[in-house]
């Protein structure tokens, strides 16, 4: 599932963004939890951006699942014309991978408070 925020004037080029993915593997919650996602996670992320900087990390329950936030801001390789930060959740829940990501414009910060409201609306079933 794909959201884009409305453009804010003529001149933006950027719309902030949220997607969300489900991923189903039977490891997922039981053998591998979500501490075992560190830091082989946030090596595979400093490959995909240029300046790449992990700007916060931290577990919290989503759902009343362990799960993790990850912050990180950079340019990302396959688009190098916008510094961008990024918002990752990532939590397992019955066997499967709930990963909301949050996509701004690294110089803005005007939705990021919509964008929290959003992922934390969402629901496990």
Do not use: H
């Amino acid at each position: 599932m794909f959201f884009t925020s409305p453009p804010e004037n003529a001149a933006d080029k950027f719309y902030e963004n949220i997607n969300i993915s489900v991923t189903y593997k039977e490891a997922y919650g039981t053998s591998v939890k979500i501490n075992d996602l560190f830091p082989t996670l946030t090596e595979a992320l400093r490959k995909q951006f240029t300046d790449f900087k992990e700007e916060t990390r931290r577990f919290f329950k989503w759902n009343g699942a362990d799960a993790a936030e990850v912050i990180y801001s950079g340019y990302n390789q396959a688009d190098e014309s916008i510094k961008v930060r990024t918002t990752q959740w990532y939590c397992f829940y019955k066997s499967r991978l709930y990963l909301a990501t949050f996509v701004a414009d690294a110089g803005k910060n005007n939705q990021n408070e919509t964008a929290r409201k959003i992922m934390s609306s969402i629901i496990f079933k």
